[in-house]
């Protein structure tokens, strides 16, 4: 699975849009981009992904560049709760045992 | 949406004793099942890939004999700390995908303090 480097630490004011970066410049072709986040002492949740054009759902918008060499996660309208660790993860989509690798992630907190 | 249960979320126990961890699929099978271990301050790692009808997948430098997995049935896959010692308390989180071309979706964990 491809690398991706992200920024160790964010800060976000509340109701403000938080916009995390990351990079994965050698991205292959068929290699999706995922974002989960982890909640201090929780599990990973899943927030989105997308292969080549941007998404959007109901928690966050991701955005992958042209080129798919990198992309960037939105939070439109950063709450306290969104105050967590935030991965962004590539991986091919073929069958279950599909593994996920994680980085180190962002650390982003959101502030009042 | 899918739903992967982790039970206990809390376990402590003296060095020397084994430890089980459950991971269940509540509404769907798994065919494969994920189990991960965090470490204060770091990322998830990857310990081995768990296969329904079959043997673990592990990853590099993790025992097989200490970290004893078994998935007998497509909603249930559990995860024996051998013998137990403080070096081995940390964060254990299992995951598990719906279909394939679907995310995984991870337990809420289990905190394992050997004492």
């Known amino acids: 699975d491809a690398k991706t480097t992200q920024p160790t630490s964010m800060d976000c004011a509340e109701g403000r849009a938080a916009n995390l970066p990351c990079n994965h410049s050698?991205?292959?072709?068929?290699?999706?981009v995922y974002w989960y986040r982890q909640i201090h002492s929780q599990g990973p949740q899943y927030i989105i992904h997308?292969?080549?054009n941007n998404e959007t759902n109901e928690m966050a918008s991701l955005i992958i560049t042209e080129d798919r060499k990198s992309s960037t996660l939105i939070l439109p309208h950063a709450t306290l709760r969104d105050t967590a660790v935030y991965y962004c993860?590539?991986?091919?989509?073929?069958?279950?045992?599909?593994?996920?690798?994680f980085g180190t992630g962002t650390r982003l907190q959101v502030t009042l | 949406g899918a739903v992967v249960s982790q039970h206990p979320s809390w376990v402590i126990c003296k060095s020397g004793t084994s430890v089980k961890i459950e991971c269940r699929s509540l509404d769907f099978q798994a065919t494969t099942m994920f189990w991960y271990r965090q470490f204060p301050k770091q990322s998830l790692m990857l310990m081995a890939t768990?296969?329904?009808?079959?043997?673990?997948?592990?990853e590099q430098g993790v025992e097989k004999d200490k970290f004893l997995i078994n998935h007998a049935s497509l909603t249930l896959s559990t995860l024996t700390v051998t013998s137990a010692h403080p070096e081995d308390s940390s964060f254990y989180i299992c995951s598990a995908n719906t279909y394939s071309n679907q995310p995984q979706h991870f337990g809420d964990g289990t905190r394992l303090s050997i004492l």
């Open positions: 997308g292969l080549k």
């Open positions: 993860i590539v991986r091919f989509n073929t069958g279950t045992a599909s593994k996920l690798t």
């Open positions: 768990s296969n329904e009808g079959s043997k673990a997948t592990y």
């Open positions: 050698t991205i292959s072709g068929n290699e999706y």
